[in-house]
Structures are given as C-alpha cells and as structure tokens.
C-alpha cells in the first residue's frame, strides 16, 4: 500500500503546485501538451460530409446499439412491459428464492454463475431493482439533459431531436446486454459487499471462452479509464458547472466564492459515499424521482400552456430530421448532432451502469438487464425530449436562440426558454443543476472506486484512499477553470466503450442465455397463478 499512496503523491502533486499558484491556466496548459493526444485519439473524427465529421466512438457505440437490438429480438420494445412489472415488484419472490422453488418448475434452472462470483445464492445483492435503477439514473440524469440539449438544437436544429430519441431506444438494448453481465458476472466479499461491472465479465466471461490473457487486459483498461472519468467527467466537470450557476445566480463576488462551494459540496458527498452502495442507493431513490420530478412537472406545465403549439413542434422536430433545415452540413449534420447527444447522455455502451446494477438483489441476472433498459429510455426519451420541446416551443419567433448557431452555456438558454412561461424558474433550474450534478458524483465515485478496488484491491485502506482523493477534486473542480481537464477526462468515459462493446459483444451468447432462463422463470409463476396456486411470497 505504501508504494501506492506514493504514486498517489506523485499524481496529485503537481495539482497542489498550481492551485498554490493560482494558475489554472497552467494546469489547462499542462493537461493539454501531455494528453491531448489520446483526447485526440479517443474523439478522432471520420468525415462523413463535406462539414461534418462523426467521432469513430459514436460509430462503436451506435453500432453496438443496432447489434445488441437485432441479436436480443428488440428487446428495447418486447422487454418494456416486463420491465415495469419488475421495478414494480411483481416477480420478487422469484428472484428471491427461485421460480423452482415456489412453484415446481420443471424447466432444468442451471446456474451458470462461476462459483466464486456468488457466495450465497440467497441472498446476495445489497439493494432493489429501483434502487439501482435510480442510482444509475443518476449519474446519467445530469446537466446534459439541460444543457446539452439546448447544445445539440443550436448546432443541429430542432431535427436532432428526433435522431436523439432513435438513439436512446437503440441503446436500451445496449444497458440491457452490459447490466445483465454485470449481475451475472460479479464477486461477493466476504461481507456482502458486492463489485461488479465490465471489469468483472471481462476477467471472468473472457477466462469461461477461453480468453483469459484478452480479458485481464481489457479489464484493467476499463478500470484506469473509469477512474479518470469519475475524477473529471463524474465529478469535476460536475462540481464546476454546479458552482458557476450558484455564483452566477446569487452574484457572488470573490475568487474564493468556488472554494467555499466546493467545500460544502466535498462534505455532503462525504456523508453519503462513506456508506457505501447502501447509501448512495437509499439518497438516489429519493433525489432523482424528486429533481427530475419537479424538472418534468415544469416542462409540462410549459407543454400545456402551449399545447396548441406542441403538433407544431413535433412537425418542425420531423421536417428538421429529414431535411436540415438549412443546418450547416443537412441532413447528416442533424444526424449526427442528435444521436451524439443521445448516446453521450444515457452512456449506454459505455458499461459504467453495469457497476450500478450489479449490486441488485436478484437471482436472475437478466431481472435486472430488462430494468436497466428503462434507463435510457427515461433519461433520453423522457427528458431530453421535454427540454427539446420546450426550446423549440419557446423559441419558435427565434427570440433567444438562432439555429446552426453553436451556443456555449446551455444551461443559460434552457433557463430563457423556462424562464417565458415560469419567470424566474432560472432559481429553480440552478437548483436541479446542483442536485444533478450532486447525484451524478455520487453515483460516479462509487463506479470510479469499484475500479480503483479491482486495480489494487479490497479493503478499507484502499477504499478511504480513493474516497479521501475523490473528495479532493470535488473541491478542485469547483475551484477552478477547466478545459483541457474536461476533455481528458471525457475522453477516458468514453474510452471506456472500447473494451466495455468487445466484451459484451463476445459475452451476448450468455447474455441470450439468461434472458430464457429468466423468461421461463416468469413463464412457470405466472401459469401456476392461472392455475389458482397462492402466491406463496405470502408465506415467506
């Protein structure tokens, strides 16, 4: 441990150094000469028109969207039902306790879990089917709901909508694959404690093919990028967005005003990683059906104020997909600006929700794949596409946003567009910006500590380090300005998708193979109701 703490030191170091000096320019500068090339790498752009070019990441993780929903059946559509049913409750005493044993399943139910990965078959897992549904919800319900939204419109036109939600259908399929694995495939300590995501169907999926070497390789890839995204994508870019709108609404003066919030924020965090998934679960269930509660309730109170106006929005979103609308670079240019916006919003592909999901309680891993589908669905379906229609709505005189024009502040034109219909909703925004940005980093330290644990191991030690260091760049982040900082650590989320997209895809055969066994499993409840056997959770 000391030679790691040491390398710690070094790492963070030069951080110190320049936040002593007061230069962030220095550390933008610094971040730039030494990684700009795997920034570069990771986004490198394939042209695609004479004026737009697609990120060959996008080409991955749309690509492995199409596959996962032809191969599993469309499972983004068939699977909806069901997973309703689930995160609802109604097949619980399956999951808890078998379908074989309430109810005599016939069908062999062989379990194809490695030994290791589970301890005891009754009862592992450490929160619900909505537990961790909300808090994987959280780290992808965020700012880019509310600002990137209004982003992708002013670049692409209200037609990117429309290829934002074709993004966010296609990749249901895609969270379903990777959760599915990410039960399937996790470890149990000796506590209950549960580590699970890429990093683990990786080692242990790759070792069953054959394909150990490949899998150890991919696995440690996966686990240094997703430390580096949860200290800057999951928690910098975060805490510094969260700042910028509480200083800029309550026009607070003096450099230290980003300290102080950062701070506040460090300690609040604080209180809720400590305890770990249970946690971070129990806080998620309640922050985001709250803030994106109130987020949807005002977009639809905006929506029936002009409800008249909405056909005329839905016309303007179809027209504008299939045409471009003038938009620089046509109808590929909204293409791309709507399926980027939708992909990098729910992360689907990038394998970061299969952390999440893994420490359901289940003994059905695909239970909790067909739940995980309903995260892309709320986070792209639902509330991006509410943002779009109230910027579209408001903003059909052209009054505060002029289409195929780039616009920098996001957030800033959302709050205008709210801001028509609700004066002064703006406060209210800057405060679902800061719970967004709150969730999205508690969600993320406990993805980035599940990495950080798979690269040096289990234990408290260990984990107080990584939480100690987390808590550091929070305040960082609030602190001060970043840029190449930002890239970088956007660029290791998504670089993220490489190993995640070659494992799942290798591992889909599983994947089938749970989904049937699950399936039957329900099948055999529901016949034997229909037959008149009591439910016997009842009795349990």
């Known amino acids: 441990m000391k030679k790691y703490l040491l390398s710690l030191f070094t790492l963070i170091s030069p951080f110190l150094t320049f936040a002593q000096e007061s230069t962030s320019e220095k550390i933008d500068r610094v971040f730039k000469d030494y990684t700009g090339w795997f920034v570069d790498a990771i986004f490198y752009e394939i042209p695609f028109s004479e004026t737009y070019q697609i990120p060959w990441v996008l080409i991955v993780l749309v690509g492995g969207a199409l596959f996962f929903t032809i191969y599993f059946k469309f499972i983004n559509f068939t699977g909806f039902r069901t997973a309703i049913r689930v995160v609802q409750g109604k097949y619980e005493d399956i999951e808890k306790h078998g379908a074989d044993t309430l109810y005599g399943d016939s069908t062999p139910n062989e379990d194809e879990n ?7 078959d009754s009862a592992h ?5 909505f537990q961790a549904l909300t808090a994987a919800l959280s780290a992808t319900v965020g700012l880019g709901n509310i600002a990137g939204v209004a982003v992708a419109l002013s670049i692409g036109g209200p037609g990117a909508t429309f290829w934002m939600i074709l993004a966010g259908l296609l990749g249901m399929a895609s969270k379903f694959a990777e959760c599915t694995l990410g039960v399937k495939y996790r470890d149990v300590g000796e506590d209950g404690t549960i580590y699970g995501g ?18 150890k390789v991919l696995a440690v890839i996966f686990a240094i990028f997703v430390i580096g995204g949860s200290f800057g994508g999951g928690n910098m870019f975060q805490a510094n967005q969260a700042a910028a709108q509480f200083v800029k609404l309550f026009e607070l003066e003096g450099g230290n005003a980003g300290l102080y919030f950062g701070i506040v924020m460090a300690a609040l965090v604080a209180i809720v990683i400590i305890g770990g998934i249970k946690r ?7 922050v985001v059906p709250f803030m994106a509660g109130i ?7 905006i929506l029936g104020a002009n409800f008249t106006l909405i056909d005329d929005a839905f016309a303007l979103i179809y027209e504008g997909a299939f045409s471009g609308l003038g938009i620089a670079g046509g109808l590929v240019g909204v293409m791309i600006q709507g399926i980027r916006r939708g992909a990098f919003s729910n992360e689907a592909g990038v394998g970061s929700a299969a952390i999440a999901h893994s420490a359901v309680r289940t003994k059905y891993p695909a239970s909790e794949g067909i739940v995980a589908l309903l995260e892309p669905f709320v986070d792209t379906v639902v509330i991006c596409t509410m943002t779009a229609l109230v910027i579209v709505i408001t903003n059909f005189d052209g009054s505060f946003m002029q289409y195929g024009v780039e616009v920098k502040e996001g957030v800033e034109i959302t709050a205008q567009a709210f801001d028509t219909v609700i004066p002064h909703f703006s406060v209210i925004l800057t405060i679902a910006v800061i719970l967004f940005a709150f969730s999205t980093m508690i969600s993320w330290s406990y993805y980035g500590m599940q990495g950080w644990v798979f690269l040096f191991g289990k234990g408290k030690t260990s984990d107080l380090v990584y939480k100690i260091l987390f808590l550091f760049f929070v305040i960082v982040g609030a602190s001060i300005s970043l840029g190449a900082v930002i890239d970088f650590s956007d660029a290791m989320i998504f670089a993220m998708v490489v190993p995640n997209i070659i494992g ?14 699950y399936m039957n499993a329900i099948n055999v409840k529901e016949e034997a109701l229909d037959d008149g056997a009591e439910d016997l959770t009842k009795h349990m």
């Open 114 to 120: 490695i030994i290791e990965t589970l301890r005891d």
């Open 198 to 215: 890429p990093m683990y169907y990786l080692t242990k999926g790759f070792n069953e093919k054959g394909l150990k070497g490949l899998g």
């Open 280 to 286: 971070i679960a129990k806080v998620t269930e309640k």
């Open 295 to 301: 987020y949807v309730l005002a977009a639809l109170i």
């Open 125 to 129: 897992g450490e929160v619900s089917h």
């Open 504 to 517: 799942v895809v290798i591992l889909s055969p599983v994947i089938k193979r749970e989904l049937k066994k």
